[in-house]
């Protein structure tokens, strides 16, 4: 079974640039998250998808960060313009939607880690 | 409000040591905790979840958590360190009630030292 699959790997840009990152979830996987892990920290939820349908983005930075999942399937995050505290690792992951608060497994692509200059 | 502390930064223990790896929660109702490690420059891979049942929870990689109700702990745990097991692991909870993301801990770099 395919993982989680994200690109690009790596991206450096120089602030107020504009920026996007592209996810494919694990096929079948009815909910989508994309996560900010800044260095030394754990990862924090930006948005999360369930179908194409937005479920959570309170901690999405609207101003700058607009995501999204047009057809339920592959996922864009958007950043414009960036900031220099934009730098971190953005994480997607994926989950079969199962019960309300029940958490089911997610399972993470290997990020795309954005170097603002 | 749903959360998880990991008190060590940092972990070191000798090859062929057992290895443990804490985390405390503070979560409302019926617990769902995690354990993810991530290793250099990849995504989170999980390892095992606790939902209900037996306290002990096997996982992938050899790895088991405890889970303590009072003592409201879910440390991770391992019979025999391995050198590759050295990675950055983070305990993760439910970020609210009803939520399905994920609240992450600060994470812990083990070292496995040869």
């Known amino acids: 079974e395919a993982g989680v699959a994200q690109s690009p790997r790596y991206k450096i840009i120089e602030k107020r640039q504009s920026v996007a990152f592209w996810c494919n979830p694990i096929?079948?996987?009815?909910?989508l998250y994309w996560y900010q892990q800044i260095l030394g920290q754990g990862p924090k939820l930006l948005i999360q998808f369930q179908n194409n349908g937005v479920v959570d983005d309170s901690q999405l930075p609207k101003d700058r960060f607009s995501a999204e999942r047009l057809k339920g399937v592959d996922s864009t995050l958007k950043i414009q313009p960036a900031k220099l505290e934009d730098s971190a690792v953005y994480l997607c992951a994926s989950s079969l939607p199962g019960l309300a608060g029940r958490a089911d497994t997610q399972y993470f692509g290997p990020g795309t880690r954005l170097t603002v200059l | 409000a749903q959360s998880v502390a990991q008190p060590e930064d940092q972990v070191n223990v000798a090859e062929g040591n057992p290895l443990t790896v804490k985390c405390t929660y503070s979560?409302?109702?019926?617990?769902?905790l995690f354990w993810y490690v991530q290793y250099p420059n990849r995504g989170l891979q999980f390892l095992l979840k606790y939902i209900t049942g037996d306290n002990l929870v096997k996982g992938s990689y050899g790895f088991e958590a405890e889970f303590n109700k009072s003592q409201t702990s879910f440390h991770l745990k391992k019979p025999s360190a391995l050198v590759s097991d050295s990675a950055l692991y983070f305990c993760a909870s439910p970020a609210g009630t009803g939520a399905n993301n994920l609240f992450f801990g600060t994470g812990t770099r083990l070292t496995v030292i040869p």
């Open positions: 979560v409302s109702g019926n617990p769902y």
């Open positions: 096929s079948g996987h009815a909910t």
